[in-house]
């Protein structure tokens, strides 16, 4: 039972001007106190709480938004395909559940419940494709994976009709590193510059550079190819090899490492930067000693989305870099194959053993990733205070040792005069 009550004003006193009679005197109002019925007492919403009721409406919407979706489907609606059945199921759902929640909440529950199913059911979705990505990549690819030549040897001695214990992808892995790490080597200098200029020294150039760079970051990947190939390639002679592609990655990392450099480097706290300049230090002694440390796990996350950018690029590198089935070391002289071009090749083969190598090349360019980003992510995560307490585990391990060996020598010579002369 809930009780209302309702206050009124004090009794306002009586005005008395000179020569007039009192007026405008208002009676005394009495505070009433009203019950409630449980019917129109108000509910309180509750939207993080669990309840039963919340799963049984997410059980049933979802049986029930299956069967109408299938109904649909094979009765009214010629729908075909797993995909458009999909979206037409979560449509039902979205709605039917709707329609349910609105029997027993308010509309502000309603709206909040529905988006946060809209949400969930879109990040699902995303997840289930790309593990659904992920899956049908490597069963594709296992009757090439386990064979070790597979990642040792090239294809100079193998053919389209050969089996899978012949030849394999250790020219595409190699060209794929070196291109990788050239593109690197000009991209993480280049970037970081830029995105401290952007930061310390503003300025309308500043502005002008910063909004090229936000333009570029959409350039398509065979624009910086042609663009390669026009200048590097046709006008100043450079033969197509592994440099050339190196150039044209680098032209599609720039813009990315700018940008992510740019955002976390304006993240950094200016009151760090002020107590430096206040200690004395230069501007440079502060970017390089202050807000570059500061930033480095954002630095190297920028690094990681340039690295992702470039090293799966097909576009440049097929105009810039030519295809060999041998081993090519040299990044300045020959063409040099890389993974995502290899698997560009082998897809097109209607061969089966060509199109599971293709597959094979695919999830070894998955793991190549991946393993990259692990090693990037340790390298960031290595704040001074993770630094210190490594080295303070080094410190005892090797105290620890020592103490060990002297304990040993020790007893080993109180035992040598009793042992046995040779």
């Known amino acids: 039972m809930t009780t209302s009550a309702t206050a009124a004003p004090a009794t306002a006193p009586s005005v008395t001007h000179t020569g007039s009679p009192a007026a405008n005197t208002t009676p005394p109002t009495q505070t009433r106190l009203r019950v409630l019925p449980d019917s129109e007492s108000p509910r309180e919403r509750v939207l993080s709480d669990k309840r039963v009721s919340d799963v049984l409406a997410l059980c049933g919407a979802g049986l029930a938004a299956l069967a109408l979706a299938a109904v649909i489907a094979t009765q009214l609606v010629p729908v075909r395909g797993i995909p458009a059945f999909t979206v037409l199921t979560i449509v039902l759902f979205t709605m039917i559940y709707a329609a349910i929640i609105s029997l027993t909440e308010n509309g502000p529950a309603v709206r909040d419940r529905v988006v946060t199913v809209i949400v969930h059911t879109l990040a699902f979705t995303v997840l289930l494709t790309l593990v659904f990505v992920v899956v049908f990549t490597v069963a ?59 930061t310390e020294i503003p300025g309308p150039f500043a502005r002008f550079v910063r909004t090229v760079v936000e333009a570029m970051t959409a350039l398509p990947s065979i624009v910086a190819g042609l663009f390669i190939y026009a200048t590097a390639i046709y006008t100043f002679g450079l033969d197509k090899s592994g440099l050339a592609a190196a150039l044209a990655i680098s032209i599609m990392m720039l813009p990315i490492m700018i940008r992510s450099s740019d955002v976390v480097l304006r993240l950094v706290p200016h009151t760090l930067k002020e107590a430096s300049y206040g200690l004395g230090a230069t501007q440079w002694s502060t970017v390089w000693k202050v807000t570059l440390p500061t930033s480095r796990s954002g630095l190297t996350t920028a690094i990681i989305l340039a690295t992702a950018r470039g090293i799966g690029e097909t576009s440049p590198v097929l105009l810039t870099s030519g295809f060999t089935a041998a081993m090519n070391l040299n990044p300045t002289s020959g063409p040099m194959v890389s993974l995502p071009l290899a698997i560009f090749q082998f897809v097109k083969s209607p061969e089966p053993t060509m199109i599971a190598r293709g597959f094979g090349t695919a999830a070894t360019l998955m793991l190549l990733v991946v393993g990259l980003f692990v090693i990037a992510r340790l390298i960031g995560a290595d704040n001074p205070a993770k630094k210190a307490a490594r080295m303070e585990r080094h410190r005892r391990f090797r105290s620890a040792l020592i103490t060990a060996s002297r304990a040993t020598l020790q007893k080993t010579r109180r035992t040598r005069p009793d042992a046995p002369q040779e």
């Open 140 to 198: 594709r690819a296992l009757p090439a994976l386990p064979h070790l030549n597979f990642f040792t040897e090239d294809m100079a001695l193998a053919g389209p009709l050969d089996p899978l214990d012949t030849g394999g992808i250790a020219h595409a892995i190699v060209g794929t590193l070196i291109q990788i790490g050239i593109a690197l080597a000009i991209t993480i200098p280049l970037g970081i510059a830029t995105a401290v200029f952007l």
